[in-house]
């Protein structure tokens, strides 16, 4: 193995392979990526994975979301069967008072092309029998899906390893220096070289970050997930906290806790997650849930994504995000657009790390 790169990328989950496979298309650069662990080993491997666009706001946001929705069928073309469907999402509520909102959400969302049907108690029902008849209506899109995120990971990095991409995993990055040009990278399998310098780390992009100085203002927010027993097909949509994949399980959850790194499951959240999913999908109480997992959700602190240069650093970058499942086609685009052009087809300039800076002043 060399060890001197013109990109090294650190951390390989959706995020980081994503940005190898884009950069790696043109085979004009020689690319490293380097995991602590194994490519799935971080949130990616510990996700709900729906390509979920229809409910991000601001409409900016939610077009971003569209964008990279919009990219997964041509990116099946290029890299393989990711179990991608565009199923369309449901977004239940259960009390009239909400339908207003729901309308304006719908209003918002249209003047950036994202279309939105706010349905009644009927409508919903026709559509997706087995919710609850005591929702009230719902908000749906036919842009939303989901993805099976194994599949996802593996065919990026085997596309970029096709382009000769290098990948090192189980090797934890310590410490990165930058000296003129050229960052020195040291990590638990050597020291390596490269150009230019791109945190992909997930929730752990902050401790990437002190490594070079610059604060990334991002949360970690654990999700317990439940997983039932393979079910007959039950669910045709993506609903807002569950859905079925391919191979029959349903999975349920959308909880939301800090509690730093601690990836443990606990009987409080599998109680609530249970509750919630019967209160969605009452036939639901007769599954058997068979596992229980939780992921830490890197959540920057105003909840959108950071991507862009890193600011006082030449040639460093960053890509850290929640619904980095959703934007892993897009900000891998970006990203090697931005690399390779210097500049973006979609202007990024609201998710640059410095509107932080700017909040504060
Ligand atoms: C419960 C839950 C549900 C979610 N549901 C959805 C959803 O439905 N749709 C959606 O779009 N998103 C969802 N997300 C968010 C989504 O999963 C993440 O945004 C995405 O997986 C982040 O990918 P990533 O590549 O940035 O991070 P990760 O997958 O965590 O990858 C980062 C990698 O960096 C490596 N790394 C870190 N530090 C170092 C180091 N010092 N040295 C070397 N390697 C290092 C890690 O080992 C890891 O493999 C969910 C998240 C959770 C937790």
Redesign the pocket.
């Known amino acids: 193995m060399k060890n001197s790169y013109d990109i090294a990328i650190?951390?390989?989950?959706?995020?980081?392979?994503s940005i190898a496979y884009h950069l790696s298309e043109t085979k004009q650069k020689d690319i490293l990526v380097?995991?602590?662990?194994?490519?799935?080993?971080?949130?990616?491997?510990?996700?709900?994975?729906?390509?979920?666009v229809h409910p991000k706001t601001p409409s900016w946001y939610g077009e971003l979301n569209m964008y990279s929705a919009e990219l997964y069928p041509i990116l099946e073309k290029k890299i393989g069967d990711v179990e991608y469907r565009r199923t369309g999402g449901i977004a239940p509520f259960f009390s009239e008072s909400d339908r207003k909102d729901a309308l304006k959400l719908a209003e918002a969302q249209a003047e950036a092309g994202i279309n939105i049907d706010v349905l009644s108690r009927k409508e919903v029902l026709e559509k997706e029998p087995a919710l609850s008849p005591n929702i009230a209506g719902a908000t749906f899109s036919q842009l939303d899906g989901?993805v099976n995120?194994f599949r996802l990971v593996e065919l990026y990095i085997k596309a970029a390893k096709k382009n000769d991409v290098t990948f090192s995993f189980y090797?934890?990055?310590?410490d990165i220096q930058k000296r003129k040009d050229t960052f020195t990278i040291h990590?638990e399998k050597g020291e390596f070289a490269a150009k230019q310098l791109i945190l992909?780390?997930?929730?752990?992009?902050k401790?990437?970050g002190n490594m070079i100085n610059i604060t990334i203002p991002v949360k970690q927010?654990?999700?317990?997930?439940l997983v039932t027993e393979p079910l007959a097909p039950l669910l045709k949509h993506t609903i807002g906290g569950i859905r079925q994949a391919n191979n029959g399980e349903i999975l349920i959850?959308?909880s939301k806790e800090e509690v730093g790194y601690d990836r443990r499951t606990d009987l409080d959240v599998i109680h609530d997650t249970a509750n919630m999913a019967v209160q969605y999908v009452p036939d639901l109480a007769k599954a058997n849930v068979v596992r229980c997992f939780?992921?830490?959700?890197?959540m920057p602190e105003d909840g959108l994504p950071i991507i862009g240069n890193l600011p006082g650093l030449e040639n460093a970058f960053i890509?850290?995000?929640?619904?980095?499942?959703?934007?892993?086609p897009i900000v891998g685009t970006l990203m090697s657009e931005l690399i390779f052009d210097g500049e973006t087809s979609i202007d990024i300039q609201n998710y640059d790390i410095q509107r932080f800076e700017k909040m504060k002043a």
């Open positions: 650190i951390g390989s989950g959706a995020v980081g392979s380097i995991d602590k662990g194994f490519p799935l080993a971080g949130t990616s491997g510990s996700t709900q994975a729906w390509v979920w989901n995120p090797n934890r990055v310590h990590t992909a780390g997930g929730p752990w992009t401790e990437l927010v654990r999700g317990q997930i959850g959308y939780s992921g830490i959700r890197v890509a850290s995000m929640h619904s980095g499942i959703t934007l892993s």
